[in-house]
């Protein structure tokens, strides 16, 4: 962590104002701060959007007014802060600022995607983690759950969800998938050797991601999954009851700080629990 600093993204939605909840309970537990944050958008010169604005200003004020009232009940220092402008660009500009970016759901609960484009928009150019709390309630799960596949953003996450569970006394899942090679026709099945071999390369190129945590977490329970399959469904089905997942975001090349990995935007997508994108 940099600065202890938590910024949450404050809206009237259902979704935002769960994530305002979590993020007040992990700054309680971690004694970190929070940044409450509106965006109210830039005026386009159109008569009467004077009033319109300055009324979106005026409503935006006491819905941070009164996150802010929430968190210094519950003995958490909050800073409020209005910004004009795109959101998107507006909120990964906070991010900068932080060490860890708040966000609620802006997907549909009926899967539809007609919402969810900004939340992936912020989530690929943040500069910091964000975590995307969902709408519907996860009270009273456990544990927190890791996708891995041996990247950078892989290792990275891995260090986050340990240091995560740890802090929690809760068990860490690690989870990794493969595929056998594709081929260009119909094959009725694959070699049973070669998909034992898979599954054991596999298994030890997970066991060789997680070889550090014994050492840094003694103390943490430390489980494995590792299936042959689509990694968005294994994460999905594994983190059904966990309180948290974690996934790298793997956007590559000149645009990478904008892009998810498709895992990533997945997950987003179906949103299985509170879920920490981490580059």
């Known amino acids: 962590m940099m600065n202890g600093t938590i910024a949450v993204g404050v809206t009237d939605a259902a979704g935002a104002r769960s994530a305002l909840q979590w993020a007040i309970e992990r700054a309680v537990a971690r004694r970190e701060r929070l940044l409450l944050v509106s965006v109210v958008g830039s005026a386009w010169g159109v008569a009467g959007e004077e009033t319109l604005v300055a009324r979106a200003l005026t409503r935006a004020t006491a819905l941070l007014e009164y996150a802010a009232e929430q968190a210094r009940n519950a003995g958490v220092d909050a800073e409020i802060l209005i910004e004009r402008g795109d959101p998107v660009a507006r909120l990964i500009a906070v991010s900068e600022r932080a ?34 709390v969902p709408e519907n309630d996860v009270a009273g799960r456990s544990g927190v759950v890791v996708g891995v596949d041996g990247s950078e953003a ?33 094959l009725d099945e694959y070699p049973q050797d070669y998909l034992d071999r898979m599954q054991s390369l596999t298994t030890e190129d997970l066991a060789i991601s997680l070889a550090g945590l014994r050492q840094d977490y003694p103390d943490l329970a430390v489980s494995t999954v590792v299936e042959a399959g689509y ?21 590559r090349g000149p645009l990478a700080r904008f892009l998810l990995g498709s895992t990533s935007q997945a997950v987003l997508s179906h949103l299985p629990t509170v879920t920490a994108i981490v580059r």
Do not use: N, Q, Y
């Open 99 to 132: 060490d860890l970016l708040v966000l609620g759901s802006d997907f549909a609960r009926d899967g539809s995607h007609l919402r969810g484009v900004r939340g992936v928009r912020i989530t690929a150019g943040a500069h910091c983690p964000v975590v995307v």
């Open 231 to 251: 990694p968005t469904g294994v994460m999905l089905r594994t983190a059904r009851s966990a309180r948290l997942l974690v996934v790298g975001s793997h956007g």
């Open 154 to 186: 892989s290792e990275k996450a891995v260090a986050f969800a340990a240091a995560e569970a740890d802090r929690t006394g809760e068990a860490l899942t690690a989870v990794m998938t493969w595929s056998p090679v594709p081929v260009p026709f119909e």
